[in-house]
């Protein structure tokens, strides 16, 4: 495939150029949306090892069990779109310089490797840097998807971005008991590269048809078709996304039947938490307070454990926003594979408390 942009051939020292173009903004933007802002939430938290602030479903005054609400959905997506947006812009101009300032072939020849297990390991570890939630992670993903990198390292960073965030594994170990963020980090690190490397093997390593058409129409274009990408991105994905939070919002109460009467579901209580991980949307460390919250409610660790793991790792938004490029047989994988690993997470930590 040509790395030309129209009647204009990229020597290596440009393709260089912009490749350090694209790695300056993204340090820059990820400065500004995640580094500087933990930083100083891990001071903060190292001091009073109390987590202060609400959780996203408190925010918008949802309660568990409630009847769907458009007023809920609109609360919901306002407190959700507030704490992500810094994110989610970062993250759809860091997806438009990687498909038109980084060099397609770099991107290949970084994330694929001889087995699936290696690439999912070089995409998971190419993920802890972003510290983004699964929604704003998905314009990247869908990026490299659609730059032609393989499958387990896109899962891999998808999943390792939530799941093996660095500043959220500290802040689970200077807040709960330390048995939170070992579970999370133990379970985390199987699924995203074993896990991912699964996805990989079964769902197969197809780029699906309109993923390719976008590589040839927009890859290597280098600045000139940074700002077209950019808002074609962006007027795609947004509304969508936002559309699909506003659903979620709207049946959160249902969504999140986790009242104080469900202390006693048992085994059953566990598949609701690990079933409504895989659709509920949250912010970054957004499973932080609603797991204390529960386990404050009296809820057994096994309910814990599988939201440590779910809530973070997939939702429905993100499931939406990447199945144009990784095709729906992946993103249902990757979901399985979530479940099950949740459900690790539960037994972990019931195991460990």
């Known amino acids: 495939m040509s790395t030309a942009w129209p009647g204009r051939r990229r020597t290596p020292r440009g393709a260089a150029a912009f490749a350090v173009l694209a790695l300056l903004l993204a340090a820059g933007l990820l400065l500004w949306s995640k580094w500087l802002p933990y930083a100083a939430r891990v001071g903060e938290l190292a001091g009073s090892h109390v987590w202060s602030g609400s959780s996203v479903l408190a925010g918008a005054g949802v309660d568990p069990g409630s009847a769907p609400s458009l007023a809920a959905g609109w609360a919901f997506t306002k407190v959700y779109a507030l704490a992500v947006w810094k994110a989610l812009v970062a993250g759809l101009v860091i997806a438009a310089a990687v498909q038109t300032l980084v060099p397609r072939r770099w991107l290949t020849s970084v994330l694929r490797r001889r087995s699936g297990t290696s690439s999912a390991l070089v995409g998971g570890l190419l993920s802890t840097p ?160 609603l797991a204390q919250g529960l386990a404050t409610a009296g809820f057994g660790p096994a309910v814990v454990g599988a939201l440590l793991v779910a809530l973070p790792a997939v939702s429905l938004p993100s499931a939406v926003m990447v199945v144009g490029a990784l095709g729906r047989r992946v993103v249902t994988w990757t979901m399985i594979v979530v479940a099950a690993g949740s459900l690790l997470g539960a037994a972990l930590l019931a195991l460990l408390v």
Request: glycine share 10%; with cysteine.
């Open 130 to 289: 972003s510290m983004m939630c699964t929604c704003c992670t998905a314009p990247v993903a869908t990026a490299l998807r659609r730059s032609g990198a393989p499958t387990a390292g896109v899962v891999a960073y998808w999943l390792g971005n939530p799941l093996l965030n660095p500043a959220v594994l500290v802040f689970l170990a200077l807040v709960p008991p330390w048995q939170w963020a070992a579970t999370r980090l133990v379970v985390g690190l199987l699924l995203v590269v074993g896990g991912s490397a699964l996805v990989a093997r079964l769902a197969g390593d197809r780029v699906p048809a309109p993923a390719v058409d976008e590589v040839a129409r927009t890859h290597d274009g280098g600045p000139r078709r940074f700002l077209p990408v950019l808002a074609r991105t962006s007027a795609f994905l947004v509304p969508e996304y936002l559309v699909v939070v506003f659903a979620v919002g709207t049946f959160a109460g249902w969504l999140f039947p986790l009242g104080e009467s469900a202390r006693s579901w048992g085994v059953l209580g566990v598949l609701v938490a690990v079933a409504l991980g895989l659709l509920l949307v949250v912010p970054t460390a957004g499973e932080v307070p």
